[in-house]
C-alpha cells in the first residue's frame, strides 16, 4: 500500500488552502522524527503509564455474552482511560508534538466532547492556550462535558453554523488555523483530515491493538476470530485493527452509526451509505449529494454523527481487509442497556454500536468464537441521552 | 488561443492599469439577482468576474460569504445553475471565472466539469483548496478544455514552493493578501506586496491579490503593484444589507464605480 504523500491508493492525501501547507509539512516533519525518537518515545510511554492508565485492562464479558450467541467477548477497556475514552491516547502524543514544534495554542474540534475534554486535559497538563469548537447542538447534548472542558481552562466555543455538529465545528476549527497557524497547533481528534493527520492519529492510537493482540493471546492463546469497533470518523477503530491488519484470519468489523436506518437517509453511516468524495481535506467516503454539497448525518451518538471517514478505512473497506456495518440508533442503544445491566458497565453510545454488532456477529460465529471489542469510551457522559431514550425522569 | 482573462490582461497591461475582478456567488441573492448583479458590476466597468459554486463546508470563507453561500444553496443551486450564471456573464461581455471548492468539480466529473465551463465561455477556474499534489488529472482536463487553471498561494508558501504552484497556474495567480478567511479587513496586510514580489520572481503571470480588499483606497494601494485586484465580501456585504433588490443594486454599482475607479489611479 501506498502512504506516499499521505495517499492510501486513491483516498486521503491534502485538499486544503495553500496556506497551511507550511503547517502540515511541519507537522509531518516532526511526527516523523518523534516516530524515531528514544526520547520522545520514553515520553509518551511514561505518560502512559503514569498519566493515562496504560495499558487498559482486557475484560471477559460472560453474562453479555449469552445474548451474542455465547461466543468469548473481550472489551479493551479505553473508557478505563483517564478522561474516559481512547482519545487522551491520540491527544498526549500530539501535545508533545505541539510542544516540540514551539507552538503555544491548540485547537481542537469535538463532537461528543470526548476530544475536545482530552484536548483540554492535555492543554492543562502542558500549560497550552486552548480553544475548543463545538457544535451548538452538541454543546446542548453534551452539556457535561462542555463544562468539563470549562473547568479544565479551556474556551468552548460553540458553533452555529450549518448543521451545528461536528462537521461545522471542524469548519470553524480549520478557519481558525488558516488565520493562527504560526502560533497554533490544530489537533484534530480523528483520522481524517488532510496528510498527516490520518496517518499521524493512527500512530498514536495504534497502542491500542498493540496491547489487545498481545493480552488475548496470553488470555486465550490464539487470535480472535473478529475485532469489532464502532466508527465516526474512525480514530477508535484504526487503533484496534491495525495490529490485525497482517493476520488475515482476524475478521475487521467497523459499526457504523445507522441512526433511523439507512434507508431513512438520516444515519451517519460513510461507507455503508456515502460515496467517494473530498471533505475536509481529505478524499474518501462522504455523504453527498449530487453536487457534491456534504449531506447532514444523523446518530444519537454525537461522537459519530460526523459525514466522513477516515481514508485508511475507505481503503481498508475496497481491499476487503475491513467490513462496515449500520447499527441503528435503537440496536446501540439495546446494547448499550443491555451491558449496563449484565456486567455493570456503563458504555459510551458510540461503543454501544460496536458492542451491538458483536451481539449480530457472536451469533453469526457460534460460541467457539471469540471477538475482540474496543469500548472505546464509557458513558457517564451520555447519562442524559440514555435517560431521555429511556424515559427514565431525572 | 488566449481566454478572454488572458486577452484581458494583455489589454489592461498595456493600459498599465491593474484589472478589477469582482466575485460574487451563484444563486445569490436569487438565481435572477445574481445575473443582475453580474450585468450592474460589468455597467459599472468591472474588468471581469469570479462566479463563487456555493459549498456546504466553505473552510477558506468568513462569515459573509458563508451568508452568501447558504441563502444560494437554500435557493437550489447547483452546477447547472453555476454554468448557466458563467454563460450569463460570457454573453455581458465579462471574462468570467468560476471559484470553487474542489469536491464539486470531483463530484460532477472532472473532465466534464472543464468542458463545461469553455461550452459556457467561461476562461478557467479558480480552486482554493486544491494543492497541486493532486491536480494531475485536473491539469490534463483543463488544458483539453482549453481553460486556465489558476490556484491559490499563500503568504506562508515558501519560494520554493511558490515556483512549483505557478507552473501549474495559467491565466493569473491568485495571491491571497494574508493569513486567514475571506472577508472584510481594515487594513491591507503589508504581507501582500512582498508576497506579490516573491511570486514574480517565479512567473510571467498576471498576479491578482484577493482577500480582504474592500475599499476605493485599499483596491488603489493594491493595484499599485499586483496585475489584479479581486473584491468579494465587499460587494455581498451591501446586497445581504440592502433593504431590497433595487436598493442593493444602487449601492452595489456605487462601490463598484468607486472602485473602477480606485483601480486605475494605482500607478
Not at chain 1, 509518551?44 to 464479558?61: A, C, D, F, N, Q
Not at chain 1, 453534551?142 to 474556551?155: C, F, H, P, T, Y
Not at chain 1, 485508511?312 to 446501540?332: F, N
Request: hydrophobic residues 40%; negative net charge.
Amino acid at each position: 500500500m501506498s502512504e506516499i504523500l499521505g495517499h492510501f491508493e486513491s483516498y486521503g492525501g491534502r485538499f486544503v488552502p495553500e496556506a497551511l501547507i507550511g503547517a502540515l509539512d511541519e507537522l509531518e516533519e516532526a511526527h516523523n522524527l518523534a516516530l524515531v525518537d528514544p526520547e520522545f518515545q520514553r515520553e509518551l510511554k511514561h505518560l502512559h503509564l503514569t498519566y493515562t492508565g496504560r495499558p487498559s485492562i482486557l475484560t471477559e464479558v460472560k453474562r453479555f455474552a449469552v445474548h451474542a450467541g455465547g461466543a468469548q467477548i473481550l472489551l479493551k477497556r479505553e473508557d478505563l482511560n483517564h478522561t474516559g475514552s481512547h482519545k487522551i491516547n491520540n491527544v498526549l502524543g500530539q501535545a508533545l508534538l505541539t510542544k516540540r514544534m514551539g507552538k503555544k495554542r491548540i485547537i481542537a474540534e469535538t463532537g461528543a466532547g470526548q476530544h475536545g475534554v482530552a484536548a483540554a486535559t492535555a492543554a492543562a497538563l502542558f500549560g497550552l492556550e486552548c480553544v475548543i469548537y463545538m457544535g451548538e447542538e452538541d454543546t446542548k447534548r453534551q452539556s457535561l462535558n462542555v463544562a468539563r472542558m470549562k473547568l479544565l481552562g479551556a474556551e468552548v466555543i460553540p458553533v452555529s453554523a450549518g448543521s451545528r455538529t461536528l462537521k461545522d465545528a471542524i469548519n470553524e476549527a480549520m478557519r481558525d488555523w488558516v488565520t493562527n497557524v504560526d502560533t497554533t497547533h490544530y489537533l484534530l481528534g480523528t483520522v481524517a483530515g488532510p496528510h498527516p493527520f490520518p496517518t499521524m492519529v493512527r500512530d498514536f492510537q495504534k497502542i491500542i491493538g498493540e496491547e489487545a493482540r498481545e493480552q488475548v493471546l496470553e488470555l486465550t492463546s490464539r487470535l480472535p476470530d473478529a475485532v469489532l469497533a464502532c466508527i465516526g470518523g474512525g480514530s477508535n477503530a484504526i487503533g484496534i485493527f491495525h495490529a490485525f491488519i497482517p493476520d488475515k484470519q482476524v475478521r475487521l468489523i467497523g459499526l457504523e452509526a445507522g441512526g433511523d436506518g439507512i434507508e431513512t437517509g438520516r444515519h451517519a453511516a460513510t461507507i455503508t451509505g456515502g460515496s467517494v468524495g473530498v471533505l475536509h481535506g481529505t478524499r474518501s467516503y462522504v455523504l453527498q449529494d449530487e453536487n457534491g454539497q456534504t449531506v447532514e448525518s444523523h446518530s444519537i451518538s454525537a461522537g459519530l454523527d460526523y459525514p466522513g471517514v477516515g481514508p485508511e478505512h475507505a481503503y481498508l473497506h475496497d481491499i476487503g481487509r475491513a467490513e462496515y456495518r449500520a447499527i441503528t440508533d435503537d440496536q446501540a442503544m439495546a446494547a448499550f442497556a443491555l451491558l449496563s445491566k449484565t456486567e455493570g458497565i456503563i458504555p459510551a453510545i458510540e461503543s454501544a454500536h460496536a458492542l451491538a454488532g458483536a451481539i449480530n456477529v457472536g451469533k453469526e460465529l457460534g460460541p467457539d468464537a471469540i471477538l475482540l471489542i474496543n469500548l472505546s469510551g464509557r458513558g457517564d457522559k451520555d447519562v442524559q441521552t440514555a435517560a431521555t431514550y429511556f424515559g427514565i425522569e431525572l | 488561443m488566449a481566454t478572454s482573462l488572458e486577452a484581458l490582461f494583455i489589454k489592461t497591461r498595456s493600459e498599465n492599469r491593474a484589472a478589477l475582478i469582482a466575485y460574487i456567488p451563484a444563486g445569490f441573492p436569487s438565481q435572477q439577482g445574481c445575473k443582475n448583479a453580474i450585468s450592474a458590476l460589468a455597467r459599472a466597468g468591472v474588468d471581469a468576474v469570479e462566479i463563487g459554486f456555493p459549498y456546504s463546508d466553505p473552510v477558506m470563507d468568513g462569515p459573509t460569504i458563508q451568508a452568501a453561500a447558504n441563502i444560494s444553496l437554500q435557493g437550489g443551486t447547483g452546477a447547472a445553475e453555476v454554468f448557466s450564471t458563467l454563460n450569463f456573464a460570457n454573453q455581458a461581455g465579462l471574462p468570467a471565472v468560476v471559484m470553487t471548492y474542489w469536491n464539486p468539480i470531483e463530484r460532477y466529473g472532472v473532465d466534464r466539469f472543464a468542458q463545461e465551463i469553455a461550452r459556457n465561455g467561461g476562461s478557467g477556474v479558480v480552486t482554493p483548496d486544491l494543492t497541486i499534489e493532486e491536480s494531475d488529472g485536473w491539469k490534463l482536463a483543463t488544458q483539453a478544455a482549453g481553460i486556465n487553471s489558476i490556484y491559490v498561494v499563500a503568504p506562508s508558501t515558501t519560494d520554493d514552493r511558490l515556483a512549483r504552484v505557478t507552473q501549474r497556474c495559467s491565466g493569473f495567480v491568485y495571491a491571497a493578501s494574508l493569513m486567514g478567511v475571506t472577508g472584510t479587513r481594515t487594513t491591507i496586510s503589508s504581507g501582500a506586496q512582498s508576497l506579490v514580489d516573491r511570486i514574480r520572481k517565479t512567473t510571467s503571470l498576471p498576479i491578482a491579490v484577493g482577500l480582504g480588499v474592500s475599499t476605493r483606497e485599499q483596491v488603489r494601494d493594491v493595484a499599485g503593484f499586483a496585475d489584479g485586484v479581486i473584491v468579494g465580501s465587499a460587494f455581498i456585504k451591501i446586497l445581504l444589507q440592502a433593504r431590497d433588490e433595487e436598493a442593493g443594486l444602487e449601492s452595489l454599482s456605487a462601490l463598484a464605480q468607486d472602485l473602477v475607479a480606485g483601480v486605475r489611479q494605482g500607478r
